[in-house]
C-alpha cells in the first residue's frame, strides 16, 4: 500500500504522539535536565544558578569522603548480590526442576516473597531481627549465636541487608532460570549420563551452556538492580547507623531531599551513578554476548 | 548415590529451605494477633487469643479503603495508559519502515537504562511545575511517562508476528487507521498486553521512592506510603505495625493466587524478550 509522504508522517504522529509526549516530559527531558543541572550550583532554595563545570563532579570523587564511602559500600553489595543472587537462583531452578510432583508447590513458595513489596519485606524482616532472633537466641543455647545486633552493627547489617535482598529477589531470577532449564532437551542429558557423565559434568558441560542466554538476562537484571538498591536499605538500617550502610542512590537522596537540598552537587552524582551503571552494563552484554556466540 | 536417594535428599534440601523462606511471613501473621506482651514472652508459639482489635486499629491508622483507593487510582491510570498509548505506538513504529521511526525506536529503547534515581531530582520539580505533585492522578500519568519505555519495547516485538494480510483486508472493507486498530488488532495483542499489565501492575503497585516523592498529603497516601508512615510512627507498636503489615501484603498475594500462572509466564515473557 502507498501512503503519501505527509499521510505517513500524519499517522505516525497520531499513533506515537501521545506516548512521546510523556515519555518526553516525565523521562527525557529529565534525563537531560539532570545532566545540565550537574554543571551548576543550582540549589533548591535559590533561583539563580551559575556553570561550574566539572566542579560538582570534582567534588564528589575528591572532597566528599561519604560519597565515596556509599559508592565503595554499593559496589560490595553489587558483588555479593550479583554473585549470590544468581546462585541461589539457579541453584534452587534446578533442584526444583529435578522434582515431578512438588514443582508448582516450590515455585510458589519460593517466589511468594518477590510478590511482596521491598519496602514491606525490610519491615517484616526489621521484626524478625530486631524481636524473633534474639528471643530465639534466649531459648537454647544452641541458637544464641542469633543474638546478634542484626541491624545495627554495620559489618553484620551488611549481611541482614543482603539476606533481605536475597529473601526477596531470588525468585524473579529462580522463574527466568527455569524457563531457561526447560529448553534443555532431555535426550542430551540422557545422552550425557549414558556416556558416563556424572551429574555434576552434565551440569557443567551440557545444562550450563544451554542456558547461557538466560544467565545473561539474569546478570543484566542483578546487576542493574543492585546498582539501585534503595528501599532494602531504607527499611532495614536507613542507611546507619551513621552513614555505615548507606548506598549511593540513599546519598543522593539525602544530598536532594533531606540535607541540604543542593540539586546540582546531587544531580552530579546521579550522572556518576548513571555513568557507572552503563560501564558495568556495557562490559557485562559484551562479555556474555560473545559467551553466548561461542556456545 | 542412587537415584532414589538424591531424590529423597533434594526433597528434604527443598523442604527446609520453604520452611526458612516462609518462617518472616508466618512470625508476623501469628504474632499479628497477639498483645504485645504476648509477642515479647513468647514469639514463636499460637496466640492464645486471638486480638482482633489490632487489625482493627491497623485498618484505621492506615486508613486502609482509602489507602487502596489511592493505590488502586494510581495503578489504574498508570497501568491503563501505558498499555493503551505503548500498543499504539508500539505497532505503529514496528510497522513504520523509514529513519524517522527507527530513531523515535531507538530513543524509547535507550532510555530504558536511565536509573530512576538519576531523573528524581529534575522530576519532582517538573510535577510541580506542571502542578501534578500531590495528586494521585498526576502521580499515574507520571507512571505512564515512566513505562511506555518497555511496553513499546515488547509490543513493537510481538506485532511482527500478525499478518500485515489484516489490517490490509480491513481497511479495503472501508475501515480507518484507528477503527482498524482498536477492533482487529488491539485484541490480538492480548496475550502481550496481559504480560505488559501484570509486569507493570507489580511495579507500580509496590513502588515506593516516587509516590514518597509526589505525594505531600495523608490523604492521598498509597498503601505502601500509609505503612511507611505507620512504620515510622508507631516504631515499638508491634501488635499494630503487624497487623498493618499483613493488611498491606494481603492484596498483592490474593492477585499472586488468581494470576500465578499469567505473573510467571509474564516475567519469563518479558524477561526473554528483553
Known amino acids: 500500500m502507498l501512503q503519501s509522504g505527509y499521510k505517513k508522517y500524519m499517522s505516525l504522529l497520531a499513533f506515537v504522539g501521545p506516548a512521546f509526549i510523556l515519555y518526553f516530559i516525565f523521562l527525557m527531558l529529565p534525563t537531560l535536565g539532570g545532566m545540565y543541572y550537574s554543571i551548576t550550583d543550582w540549589n533548591g532554595l535559590n533561583r539563580d544558578y551559575e556553570f561550574i563545570g566539572f566542579g560538582n563532579f570534582v567534588e564528589a570523587l575528591r572532597e566528599d569522603p561519604d560519597f565515596i564511602k556509599s559508592l565503595l559500600f554499593t559496589m560490595k553489595y553489587v558483588i555479593v548480590m550479583v554473585v549470590l543472587q544468581n546462585v541461589f537462583a539457579l541453584f534452587l531452578a534446578v533442584l526444583i526442576e529435578s522434582k515431578m510432583r512438588s514443582k508448582g508447590f516450590f515455585r510458589t513458595i519460593f517466589f511468594m516473597p518477590n510478590m511482596i513489596s521491598m519496602i514491606i519485606s525490610a519491615f517484616i524482616w526489621t521484626f524478625v531481627f530486631t524481636q524473633v532472633l534474639p528471643q530465639l537466641a534466649q531459648m537454647t543455647s544452641l541458637l544464641s549465636f542469633l543474638d546478634q545486633s542484626w541491624l545495627g552493627d554495620p559489618n553484620i547489617s551488611f549481611f541482614?541487608?543482603?539476606?533481605?535482598?536475597?529473601?526477596?529477589?531470588?525468585?524473579?531470577?529462580?522463574?527466568?532460570?527455569?524457563a531457561g532449564l526447560q529448553g534443555v532437551p532431555q535426550s542430551l542429558k540422557?545422552?550425557?549420563?549414558?556416556?558416563?557423565?556424572?551429574?555434576?559434568?552434565?551440569f557443567f558441560h551440557i545444562t550450563l551452556p544451554m542456558i547461557t542466554h538466560a544467565i545473561t538476562i539474569c546478570l543484566f537484571l542483578t546487576l542493574n538492580g543492585a546498582f539501585k538498591v534503595f528501599d532494602t536499605v531504607y527499611g532495614l538500617t536507613g542507611g546507619g547507623p551513621g552513614r555505615s550502610t548507606q548506598v549511593i542512590t540513599m546519598n543522593i537522596y539525602e544530598e536532594a531531599f533531606s540535607n541540604n537540598f543542593r540539586y546540582g552537587y546531587a544531580s552530579a552524582k546521579s550522572v556518576i551513578l548513571f555513568v557507572i551503571i552503563l560501564i558495568f552494563t556495557f562490559i557485562q552484554v559484551s562479555v556474555m554476548k560473545k559467551r553466548e556466540v561461542e556456545s | 548415590?542412587?537415584?532414589?536417594?538424591?531424590?529423597?535428599?533434594?526433597?528434604?534440601?527443598?523442604?527446609?529451605?520453604?520452611?526458612?523462606?516462609?518462617?518472616?511471613?508466618?512470625?508476623?501473621?501469628?504474632?499479628?494477633?497477639?498483645?504485645?506482651?504476648?509477642?515479647?514472652?513468647?514469639?514463636?508459639?499460637?496466640?492464645?487469643?486471638?486480638?482482633?482489635?489490632?487489625?482493627?486499629?491497623?485498618?484505621?491508622?492506615?486508613?486502609?479503603?482509602?489507602?487502596?483507593?489511592?493505590?488502586?487510582?494510581?495503578?489504574?491510570?498508570?497501568?491503563?495508559?501505558?498499555?493503551?498509548l505503548a500498543a499504539m505506538a508500539g505497532y505503529k513504529l514496528s510497522r513504520t519502515p523509514g529513519?524517522?521511526?527507527?530513531?523515535?525506536?531507538?530513543?524509547?529503547?535507550?532510555?530504558?537504562?536511565?536509573?530512576?534515581?538519576?531523573?528524581?531530582?529534575?522530576?519532582t520539580r517538573m510535577a510541580r511545575s506542571l502542578e501534578?505533585?500531590?495528586?494521585?492522578y498526576g502521580l499515574g500519568i507520571i507512571y505512564i511517562g515512566l513505562g511506555v519505555n518497555m511496553a513499546i519495547f515488547l509490543y513493537h516485538g510481538f506485532v511482527k508476528s500478525i499478518p500485515r494480510e489484516l489490517e490490509e483486508s480491513a481497511q479495503m472493507d472501508g475501515c480507518g487507521e484507528f477503527q482498524t486498530f482498536f477492533r482487529i488488532i488491539f485484541p490480538l495483542l492480548l496475550p502481550i498486553t496481559v504480560t505488559i499489565a501484570i509486569l507493570n501492575f507489580l511495579w507500580v503497585w509496590n513502588d515506593f521512592l516516587l509516590p514518597l516523592l509526589m505525594l505531600t498529603d495523608v490523604e492521598r497516601y498509597t498503601l505502601i506510603l500509609a505503612t511507611n508512615m505507620l512504620f515510622g510512627e508507631y516504631t515499638k507498636e508491634w501488635p499494630l505495625i503487624l497487623a498493618s503489615l499483613v493488611l498491606t501484603a494481603i492484596p498483592v498475594v490474593i492477585i499472586y493466587g488468581f494470576f500465578q500462572r499469567f505473573i510467571m509466564e509474564g516475567i519469563t515473557e518479558g524477561a526473554v524478550k528483553g
Open chain 2, 132 to 136: 501534578l505533585q500531590g495528586s494521585t
Open chain 1, 190 to 202: 540422557e545422552a550425557a549420563i549414558i556416556d558416563g557423565a556424572n551429574p555434576f559434568q552434565s
Open chain 2, 99 to 123: 529513519k524517522v521511526s527507527n530513531i523515535i525506536f531507538f530513543l524509547f529503547i535507550a532510555s530504558m537504562l536511565v536509573p530512576f534515581h538519576s531523573i528524581m531530582i529534575p522530576l
Open chain 1, 160 to 178: 541482614s541487608i543482603i539476606l533481605v535482598s536475597l529473601w526477596n529477589g531470588v525468585g524473579y531470577m529462580m522463574i527466568i532460570y527455569l
Open chain 2, 1 to 84: 548415590m542412587s537415584v532414589r536417594a538424591t531424590n529423597v535428599l533434594t526433597t528434604v534440601l527443598l523442604s527446609l529451605l520453604a520452611i526458612l523462606s516462609f518462617f518472616p511471613v508466618y512470625m508476623v501473621l501469628i504474632n499479628s494477633f497477639k498483645s504485645q506482651a504476648e509477642i515479647f514472652s513468647s514469639i514463636l508459639s499460637l496466640p492464645t487469643q486471638l486480638h482482633f482489635e489490632n487489625y482493627a486499629q491497623a485498618f484505621q491508622r492506615i486508613n486502609l479503603l482509602n489507602s487502596v483507593k489511592n493505590s488502586v487510582i494510581v495503578s489504574f491510570i498508570g497501568i491503563g495508559g501505558i498499555v493503551f
